[in-house]
């Protein structure tokens, strides 16, 4: 969350108005919902893994343990990601019990186990048919709502660690 104050700063028990700038915070939503669906995507195409990744609105990166890509990835990887994103997918939020989170399969790849053990309740994102992760982050309600994926670069970072760099258009 980022403030910007307009003025001094408040006192501790001052009355205080905030706004969320909903275009960002939209089109936020809009790129992590995307990133799901790549880790779906990929997930269910190759049995690869994330490994990290980083977003801003309407342009991310996403790491994976493939070595090497497979030929034709970024054509395949995008056109898929656009085909579940036209199949309208609802997503889904719920809540689980830390002991029931840690043995179910899907949840499991994304690492629960790294989740400090004072949670004991975990949020799941599920793109319905997709994806479903552990996640406390903000999406839209359906894949459709993404709007369209493109696949601008593909990056070598070492030995079973490639980078694809994404952007989410209109």
């Given at each position: ?19 969320v ?42 790491d ?7 030929e ?11 085909e579940?994103?036209a ?13 029931t ?33 552990a ?17 601008i ?15 989410i258009?209109?």
């Amino acid at each position: 969350m980022w403030h910007t104050l307009q003025g001094p700063v408040p006192s501790v028990g001052d009355v205080v108005h905030g706004a969320v700038d909903w275009d960002r915070r939209f089109n936020l939503m809009r790129t992590h919902t995307a990133m799901h669906i790549l880790c779906g995507v990929i997930w269910n195409e190759w049995q690869v893994p994330v490994t990290g990744g980083n977003m801003e609105p309407l342009s991310a990166r996403m790491d994976f343990e493939f070595d090497p890509l497979p030929e034709g990835f970024a054509q395949r990887v995008e056109d898929l990601v656009n085909e579940a994103i036209a199949r309208d997918f609802p997503i889904e939020v719920s809540f689980l019990p830390r002991e029931t989170a840690v043995l179910d399969a899907d949840l499991i790849r994304t690492k629960v186990s790294l989740i400090p053990e004072t949670v004991k309740e975990i949020r799941v994102v599920d793109i319905v048919g997709l994806d479903k992760q552990a996640d406390g982050g903000t999406h839209v309600r359906s894949t459709a709502d993404v709007g369209r994926f493109r696949v601008i670069k593909l990056e070598n970072k070492g030995k079973g660690n490639k980078r694809v760099r994404v952007e989410i258009l209109d």
